[in-house]
């Protein structure tokens, strides 16, 4: 079954320090995956996805995603974390038929001062 | 560009009353889509539009749950009767493009509570 997973309910770091949030997935084929940004009472905002080439790419508010395709995992990265990074995170993967997001369960970044 | 536009942002209403939420995508988009997000998950889709037909109401509850999107371009979500289990946040999202695996774009959603 197509499926995603963050493996961490919350990460918590200081500011300036740099930051992980953990995905696995596992999807036939070649996947496309995606990281979305929630803060409170607001609706998902797209971060980046890998479609492909680059393993790493790069996104919104200078968050940058590996992909690995031999571990099948996107962790989403940034250098120096923001207080105002402070949300929750979502991986999710795009089936290759008809276009369906299946998302993890998401991921509360808190980043301290 | 204006974004995806959902309301009302809030409703609350009591078991077995109905409700309908209203959704129009980003101009241009073929697709939409509308999720349910239950506290402490992942949004789940609910159904999924090709311009006024439907691609994927597989896990939509149709016993309960309706949606049209009868011109193309805005849709409604409807639940008659509600149950205390549907309290969530809907989500209504659009891309492009399905068969492309185009970016989805997300609402500020609605949240219901079902007292």
């Known amino acids: 079954a197509q499926s995603v997973a963050q493996p961490e309910d919350q990460v918590n770091v200081a500011e300036g320090n740099p930051l992980t949030v953990k995905c696995t997935y596992s999807v036939s084929g070649n996947p496309y995956l995606f990281w979305y940004v929630q803060y409170p009472n607001r609706g998902l905002q797209f971060l980046l996805k890998y479609i492909t080439g680059d393993n790493l790419v790069k996104g919104s508010y200078g968050f940058e995603a590996e992909f690995n395709k031999s571990q099948t995992s996107f962790h989403l990265k940034k250098p120096s974390a923001l207080v105002s990074d402070s949300a929750l995170y979502f991986c999710a993967v795009i089936l290759p038929i008809g276009g369906k997001l299946i998302f993890g369960q998401g991921t509360t970044l808190q980043v301290k001062p | 560009e204006a974004g995806v536009a959902q309301s009302p942002r809030y409703k609350i209403i009591e078991k077995r009353q109905s409700v309908a939420f209203w959704c129009n995508p980003i101009?241009?988009?073929?697709?939409l889509y509308w999720y349910q997000q239950i506290l402490g998950q992942g949004p789940k889709l609910l159904i999924q539009?090709?311009?006024?037909?439907?691609?994927?109401d597989s896990q939509l509850p149709k016993d309960r749950f309706s949606a049209e999107r009868l011109k193309g371009v805005d849709s409604t979500l409807k639940i008659q009767p509600a149950k205390l289990e549907d309290s969530a946040v809907y989500l209504c999202a659009s891309s492009l493009e399905a068969a492309k695996q185009e970016t989805q774009y997300f609402g500020p959603g609605t949240r219901l509570l079902v007292l």
């Open positions: 539009f090709q311009n006024n037909g439907v691609v994927d």
């Open positions: 101009s241009g988009h073929a697709t």
